[in-house]
């Protein structure tokens, strides 16, 4: 089978009956970052037609060994012109078939595929004796999106018109996961003047919830900003899906790096060895990317709980042999990485998750993992004085209005993208983006302790 291109639409036109060939489009919130090619039909969606349709699942495969699978997605567009008003919803047609396909644009072929369902397959016979044939018919209908040929039969696919005019449907045409390869500066961590902590419970908790505030920490070349994950964000689903969502948290990252350009977005390994006062060494895995630092504890969500509340010992997923032994045992560690990236630091803000224990709108390891970080600047004599700290609303304002304003708001839905893309390329089953891609663009701070020193050096 054969796909033409479609993709999240920037302008909504016509209906199906007067709608163009498929335009090609390209959107980048910066040009310091990969621009993502897309193509779209307006006022249609990818949602299936009611039945009946054919039983028979049609799929295409990729044609070239390194070709990335595209993503469709519909783009509805709410009663405002705004941009932010737009909510894309991406979709995994993944089926049982092995057809091949080629991808058609406005600009020639793509040697991409895309799965997809008989619900999309148009009321139009066509005979042909070639693939070229088959092709030009689905090139004269304005509705056609896709062919496949089989026995020289040409079915044709389209997606599903939308009356209210006011969704495109569409697809990217090319990976989306590829950081800019510069000649810019690594970050040295010894330049740092300031250092800001956001300590968050899963991989994506500081994207959500903190963008607006980190995009101006990560803009200042001499402030290092440390991310922290306290838990795998494993939901049970074991060492696949927290690798999933480690690689995404760097790709969002590099994109914020690429875009104010002064570093280098490539990312850096390294373990952090964090002694603790029974014997133990926890082996903690960073990665650096411009002057960005992610600290995975890697600790699994239930395992995490069990540590918090002093119930068992559990052991990191990436480091099985060396259990944290409890509560006390997280605050050693999470102490030792806080002196240890703020040594020598005069300013130093640490940003974390609201804990109040009676709120039952939120997660309650974001509860846990706002309330481990507060024990542990208000336990530490010099810290508690020194250290501005914020407390942020998580999943209480995640439907709230958006409050962040350009260029911050087209950042974060591009970092969003590039996160998704990571996470389907590790599981092609999720399409991460269509889960939160409706709470994005909003930051909402619930409280601020002012430090009433002014140097923490």
Not at 120 to 130: E, G, K, Q, S, Y
Not at 195 to 205: M, R, W
Not at 283 to 312: C, L, M, P, Q, W
Request: proline fraction near 7%.
């Amino acid at each position: 089978m054969t796909f033409r291109a479609v993709v999240l639409a920037l302008a909504c036109g016509g209906g199906l009956s007067q709608a163009l060939s498929p335009l090609l489009a390209s959107y980048s919130p910066d040009v310091r970052v990969p621009s993502l090619q897309y193509s779209y039909i307006p006022n249609a969606n990818w949602f299936h037609r009611p039945p009946p349709y054919p039983s028979d699942p049609v799929t295409t495969s990729i044609r070239e060994p390194d070709a990335s699978t595209s993503l469709p997605f519909t783009t509805f567009r709410r009663r405002t012109n705004a941009p932010r008003s737009r909510v894309p919803t991406a979709h995994d047609f993944s089926s049982a078939s092995n057809n091949y396909a080629i991808l058609l644009a406005p600009d020639g072929e793509f040697p991409w595929s895309q799965p997809m369902l008989p619900a999309f397959r148009l009321a139009i016979a066509v005979t042909v004796f070639d693939l070229d044939a088959c092709a030009r018919a689905c090139q004269r209908e304005l509705a056609c999106v896709a062919y496949h040929l089989s026995d020289n039969n040409c079915d044709l696919y389209g997606p599903t018109a939308n009356p209210l005019e006011n969704s495109i449907a569409g697809w990217i045409n090319q990976p989306m996961n590829k950081a800019i390869k510069s000649t810019l500066p690594s970050f040295d961590p010894r330049s740092a003047t300031r250092v800001h902590f956001y300590i968050v419970a899963h991989e994506d908790d500081n994207i959500l919830f903190m963008a607006n505030m980190y995009h101006w920490s990560i803009r200042e070349p001499e402030t290092k900003v440390v991310f922290i994950f306290a838990t795998a964000g494993d939901a049970s689903l074991g060492n696949p899906w927290r690798e999933a969502r480690e690689a995404g948290a760097i790709a969002a990252s590099q994109v914020w790096v690429e875009h104010f350009g002064q570093f280098s977005a490539e990312p850096a390994f390294d373990t952090v060895q964090v002694p603790t006062l029974n014997g133990t060494t926890h082996k903690i895995r960073t990665v650096a990317v411009g002057n960005i630092v992610h600290y995975f504890f890697s600790i699994d969500e239930i395992g995490f709980d069990a540590v918090n509340t002093d119930r068992n010992a559990v052991a990191p997923m990436d480091d099985p042999t060396v259990p944290y032994s409890g509560r006390n045992d997280l605050k050693e560690t999470l102490t030792f990485v806080l002196a240890h990236e703020s040594n020598g630091i005069e300013s130093v803000e640490v940003n974390t998750q609201m804990f109040n224990s009676t709120d039952a709108d939120d997660h309650k390891l974001h509860r846990a993992t706002g309330q481990l970080v507060y024990d542990v600047v208000n336990d530490h004599p010099e810290w508690r004085s020194c250290m501005t700290r914020r407390f942020y609303y998580d999943y209480q304002r995640w439907l709230a209005l958006v409050n962040m304003e350009s260029p911050v708001v087209e950042v974060q839905r591009y970092a969003w993208m590039r996160l998704s893309q990571a996470i389907y390329n590790h599981n092609a089953s999720v399409v991460f983006w269509s889960q939160h891609a409706m709470n994005l663009g909003r930051t909402y701070i619930d409280r601020v302790d002012y430090p009433s020193e002014r140097s923490c050096s």
